[in-house]
């Protein structure tokens, strides 16, 4: 595939997946599916536009699996993983487990010798980690309880991968096929044992120290190119040579850009890194759903259909048993729990990945590798389908106990300020608002809240604030004022980027969760930031020092200059944040010289006998603040 060639392959997967994703779109059955039904179309066995060049494409694409393993890393946290063990270590450990055990006893009943069935076992314990997190971030199913266990089960899958990888060279049938593996052109392929062993945890080890040591500070150095394309060189830079290590050394890929994507999702460059990858990551997930429906053999599938489906429908009812057991052991809901088990029930990427390596290893025939290849394609294909008829027929049946998305309400009315989330922070703004008979037009993507708030005779309207059409029909083209006061600082910096560029007139405060938050959004040309914690600590340090018996018009005054202060050096230091050891040199400096300023006003004030302030009533209004 090279020059017009290549330009024609490349014309003809970019129409078909943004004809096949609109088709699916405007179908309401999920882009996934229409890039499998796109892939299908254009493969060698309908309209033949696309020949044995598809294996290519398909190595090619499977590169975006990687790069979604790494933003998945990027959103977590060592603690958020900590919290999440239970379900990650206990319900996907079983449901890897219990499978490969299952199908095994199956193959074995079948006449397989123990090798091919265990080998079998792991390939069809995997589930597809591209189609279910796509198909769930599509329907904004993610944040249930439903599609949170299928996240662990999905990466405890992921990480499963490498004991697998690692056992099918055992399984060989003669010592010579150790020889001639998957990794005869990896750095370990004359290794055995510890030294394998020593080899492996060296290049895990190595990912999390880069991730420390080296890219943060080789990011910090390119960010002050203030280069965006460079940034994202380097973003992509990074993603590839951790899958080019992982690959050397034998293990997955996107197992080692997900590890280091958890050691950066601390770093400030988190949300740089998110923005520059995503769009590759999800054009390179849709050519590879376009491979897998391009490269299903239905040539064999029609000789050998009964073969197939049988394969096809006792994996996927075995899986299917499992995990709604499972789910029922793990105190799922019942439609929550035939959700979570629909949607795992098929076979994954990582499959073909297995098969290969088997193949290679003579753990498998040619014959048996043919039909289970065939057989994993059948099952991810089927997989948006089982959405669409879990979604139509069962959940309909069952009657959704988990809190579902309602259409956002129609907004009426138009006001002076729009108040983005109003929650506890948002609702004590609102009120003070209202208080001074000031209009506002309140959205809240919670619909319990919404509900209690109406109740309370709060005028809330239902609604995400990230949506363009919700915030045009809020009046955000005559509103003054839009103050984001939601919990989500990915979806503030959302907003916020979107309403510089069309509204640029509309003056925003945003909430801020943190120091770092409050710096990106004054990079983005936020005057008014307010950190959610900052005024409560303010006040409770005030209300320390009255307790150890300063007086009350010199805690008033210091609390009011340390403010005035603070505000004044985080303008300063955002400047210098991605500058490290810079950083560090002034946020010390300013400590101190704020510290000076306020003995100095102290020590001025010690004179001053202002009895006013320490009144019972005053002293009171005080703690209270």
Same mark, same amino acid.
């Given at each position: 595939m090279h020059g017009e060639g290549f330009f024609i392959?490349?014309?003809?997967?970019?129409?078909?997946?943004?004809?096949?994703?609109?088709?699916?779109k405007r179908l309401g059955i999920g882009s996934v599916l229409g890039y499998l039904i796109a892939g299908i179309i254009m493969g060698p066995f309908v309209l033949q536009?696309?020949?044995?060049?598809?294996?290519?494409?398909?190595?090619?694409?499977?590169?975006?699996?990687?790069?979604?393993?790494?933003?998945?890393?990027?959103?977590?946290?060592?603690?958020?993983?900590?919290?999440?063990?239970?379900?990650?270590?206990?319900?996907?450990?079983?449901?890897?487990?219990?499978?490969?055990?299952?199908?095994?006893?199956?193959?074995?009943?079948?006449?397989?010798?123990?090798?091919?069935?265990?080998?079998?076992?792991?390939?069809?314990?995997?589930?597809?980690?591209?189609?279910?997190?796509q198909s769930l971030k599509e329907r904004g199913l993610l944040e249930t309880d439903g599609g949170q266990n299928a996240f662990s089960v999905l990466l405890l899958q992921d990480i499963a991968v490498i004991p697998m990888l690692a056992l099918l060279p055992l399984l060989a049938f003669s010592p010579n096929a150790l020889e001639t593996g998957a990794h005869s052109d990896t750095w370990v392929s004359h290794l055995s044992g510890w030294a394998y062993t020593g080899v492996v945890v060296g290049a895990v080890v190595s990912i999390v120290l880069a991730g420390r040591w080296i890219i943060c500070p080789l990011l910090s150095a390119i960010a002050k190119t203030r280069l965006?394309?460079?940034?994202?060189?380097?973003?992509?830079?990074i993603v590839i040579s951790i899958a080019i290590l992982m690959t050397k050394v034998g293990l997955s890929p996107a197992l080692g850009t997900f590890l280091a994507g958890v050691v950066l999702a601390n770093s400030e460059y988190r949300h740089a890194l998110v923005g520059d990858i995503e769009p590759f990551k999800g054009l390179l997930l849709g050519l590879f759903f376009i491979a897998v429906g391009? /490269?299903?053999?239905?040539?064999?599938?029609?000789?050998?259909?009964?073969?197939?489906?049988?394969?096809?429908?006792?994996?996927?009812?075995? +899986?299917?048993?499992?995990?709604?057991?499972?789910?029922?052991?793990?105190?799922?809901?019942?439609?929550?729990?035939f959700f979570f088990s629909f949607i795992l029930a098929q076979a994954g990427e990582f499959g073909f990945v297995l098969l290969a390596f088997a193949a290679r290893q003579n753990v498998l025939t040619e014959e048996m590798t043919k039909s289970l290849t065939v057989a994993v394609a059948v099952t991810m294909t089927l997989t948006p389908l089982l959405f669409i008829f879990n979604e139509k027929v069962i959940q309909p049946r069952l009657g959704t106990r988990e809190k579902t998305e309602r259409p956002p309400d129609e907004i009426s009315g138009e006001n002076s300020v729009i108040i983005a989330g109003f929650g506890r922070f948002g609702s004590i703004v609102g009120r003070l608002l209202r208080a001074h008979h000031v209009g506002i037009t309140?959205?809240?993507?919670?619909?319990?809240?919404?509900?209690?708030?109406?109740?309370?005779?709060?005028?809330?309207?239902?609604?995400?604030?990230?949506?363009?059409?919700?915030?045009?029909?809020?009046?955000?083209? +005559?509103?003054?004022?839009l103050i984001l006061a939601i919990d989500d600082p990915q979806r503030t910096m959302e907003i916020v980027k979107y309403v510089r560029k069309q509204?640029?007139?509309?003056?925003?405060?945003?909430?801020?969760?943190?120091?770092?938050?409050?710096?990106?959004?004054?990079?983005?040309?936020?005057?008014h930031v307010f950190r959610e914690t900052f005024e409560?600590?303010?006040?409770?340090?005030?209300?320390?020092?009255?307790?150890?018996?300063?007086?009350?018009?010199?805690?008033?005054?210091?609390?009011?200059?340390?403010?005035?202060?603070?505000?004044?050096?985080?303008?300063?230091?955002?400047?210098?944040?991605?500058?490290?050891?810079?950083?560090?040199?002034?946020?010390?400096?300013?400590?101190?010289?704020?510290?000076?300023?306020?003995?100095?006003?102290?020590?001025?004030?010690?004179?001053?006998?202002?009895?006013?302030?320490?009144?019972?009533?005053?002293?009171?209004?005080? /703690?209270?603040?």
């Open positions: 392959q490349a014309f003809l997967y970019l129409s078909a997946a943004v004809v096949a994703v609109l088709l699916a536009l696309i020949g044995e060049e598809g294996k290519d494409i398909m190595n090619f694409a499977e590169f975006g699996v990687v790069m979604m393993l790494f933003l998945i890393g990027l959103d977590l946290e060592p603690r958020t993983l900590w919290r999440m063990r239970s379900s990650i270590l206990g319900l996907g450990g079983l449901q890897v487990g219990i499978t490969i055990l299952a199908v095994f006893i199956i193959c074995l009943a079948a006449g397989f010798s123990w090798r091919s069935g265990l080998a079998i076992g792991m390939i069809f314990s995997l589930s597809s980690t591209a189609i279910v997190l965006r394309e460079l940034f994202t060189a380097a973003s992509l830079l391009a /490269s299903i053999d239905f040539d064999y599938i029609v000789g050998n259909y009964r073969y197939v489906m049988i394969i096809v429908g006792i994996v996927m009812s075995v +899986k299917f048993v499992i995990l709604l057991s499972l789910g029922r052991i793990f105190r799922m809901s019942l439609d929550q729990n309140v959205l809240d993507h919670d619909s319990d809240n919404v509900e209690v708030l109406r109740k309370l005779g709060m005028r809330v309207f239902y609604g995400d604030a990230t949506r363009h059409d919700l915030l045009a029909a809020a009046g955000a083209e +005559k509103a003054k004022l509204y640029p007139n509309l003056e925003i405060l945003a909430r801020a969760n943190a120091r770092s938050d409050a710096y990106e959004l004054m990079d983005l040309g936020v005057k409560t600590s303010l006040c409770a340090g005030r209300d320390a020092l009255r307790l150890l018996g300063f007086r009350a018009h010199q805690v008033h005054r210091s609390a009011v200059s340390f403010r005035r202060h603070d505000m004044s050096h985080m303008e300063e230091l955002a400047r210098t944040r991605h500058e490290r050891a810079a950083y560090l040199n002034k946020s010390r400096q300013k400590i101190e010289d704020l510290e000076q300023v306020l003995r100095d006003e102290m020590k001025a004030g010690e004179g001053t006998r202002d009895m006013g302030w320490d009144t019972e009533s005053m002293i009171s209004g005080t /703690s209270k603040e």
